[in-house]
């Protein structure tokens, strides 16, 4: 608790502590990315829902509890703080459903959030394809017009579909206008992917999880309602997603400031070797106040939305200074670690999935070519 909460949020920050402290589940959990491990999640992620605790600062109507952005913090900070993990549910809730509330309609919103929430369904990522990662605007998944049935019939591929082979819904984008066009040809579409004209294949990862799919469409259809931001608008609303994936929601402080208080409780645990090691106890300090400076960061961003501004390139630092933080914090866990390094699951696990964030949401490298353009205002090589 910080000393500088207003009352409302110190007792939120109770309420919240005190229920988690009363219904979480059995910890550690399995991984979000087997066939065994996700019905556990979905069982633990219903019963967030049902003490409105999926997504607090939704409105009311939609399984929501009203809750501030500040609160949401809070929320995230307590959710870390008890050792829970990452969300089966978080695509949909932390990527799709900003886009939603800032851009879809009323009927996407009713027919969509509430089941969101309640991990009635799960969504995934469809916008990777073998020929587009980070340069989105040359994908070339099509989607072709159906006058007669309303809609619209999609062909190609996605791939690297995070947690594919489990989710019921995809957000996608696709090419409605001519290559030629680029971004100014896409159009966002809400998927079922439970269609005879859907393929979905598991792609297991070293460790054998099945944590990626690729995923082929051979006509599958979408109906105009199901259109998010209107036809031709892909790349505006792929962003508005974007910026959610690189900054505020899917990555919050507390998932840092938790790893970085077990680093500490690890180094303090540690033997007389460690303790002075000079080397190692410079990178667990550096550690722990990389992770508060991205906290302080959080709460300029915050305050910055609350007082009705936005983000555009700005998601772009946020996104390098996470996921750097991310790989810095793993890898001195396992250098406290020293020869068991290999056999501590929990800190390997975290070691292997933070070597990627470098790579989603947009390399690195694109983002800091974003951040020299857009910010700095450097000119192109």
């Not at 609350?306 to 700005?314: F, I, K, M």
């Not at 772009?316 to 290999?342: C, F, I, N, Q």
Request: charge should be negative; glycine fraction near 10%.
């Amino acid at each position: 608790m910080f000393p500088t909460e207003a009352p409302d949020d110190q007792a939120f920050r109770m309420q919240v502590r005190e229920w988690l402290h009363r219904n979480k589940p059995e910890l550690p959990m399995p991984s979000t990315e087997t066939a065994d491990g996700v019905p556990v999640h979905l069982e633990w992620e219903r019963k967030l829902h049902e003490g409105r605790w999926a997504a607090v600062s939704w409105p009311d109507q939609y399984g929501g509890r009203d809750a501030s952005l500040w609160q949401w913090l809070i929320f995230e900070e307590e959710y870390y703080r008890a050792g829970l993990p990452q969300r089966v549910a978080q695509n949909g809730i932390f990527l799709l459903a900003p886009t939603l509330l800032e851009l879809g309609t009323e009927d996407q919103k009713e027919r969509y959030l509430q089941r969101m929430a309640a991990v009635n369904d799960l969504w995934c990522q469809g916008w990777s394809e073998p020929e587009a990662g980070s340069d989105l605007a040359s994908l070339r998944s099509r989607a072709v017009r159906d006058e007669e049935a309303g809609g619209w019939r999609l062909y190609g591929q996605k791939c690297w579909t995070t947690r594919g082979v489990y989710c019921s819904h995809m957000f996608g984008i696709f090419r409605t206008g001519t290559p030629e066009e680029r971004h100014r040809g896409l159009t966002y579409f809400l998927i079922d992917l439970k269609q005879p004209e859907i393929t979905v294949r598991p792609v297991a990862r070293l460790d054998g999880d099945d944590g990626f799919a690729d995923v082929f469409f051979d006509g599958a259809f979408v109906a105009d309602a199901d259109v998010l931001g209107g036809v031709g608008q892909g790349w505006r609303v792929a962003m508005a997603t974007a910026g959610s994936e690189r900054s505020l929601s899917l990555r919050s402080p507390g998932r840092f400031i938790a790893s970085a208080d077990r680093l500490i409780d690890q180094y303090r645990s540690g033997g007389a070797e460690i303790r002075d090691d000079q080397r190692l106890r410079q990178a667990v300090a550096d550690s722990w106040m990389a992770a508060r400076a991205y906290k302080l960061a959080t709460d300029g961003t915050v305050s910055q939305l609350t007082s009705g501004g936005n983000l555009s390139a700005e998601a772009s630092m946020s996104k390098v200074y996470w996921s750097e933080l991310d790989v810095a914090l793993h890898e001195t866990a396992l250098m406290l670690r020293g020869a068991d390094a290999e056999i501590d699951e929990e800190w390997m696990r975290g070691y292997q999935f933070a070597l990627s964030g470098p790579i989603y949401a947009g390399t690195n490298e694109i983002q800091k070519n974003i951040i020299a353009e857009r910010l700095l205002g450097l000119p192109r090589p």
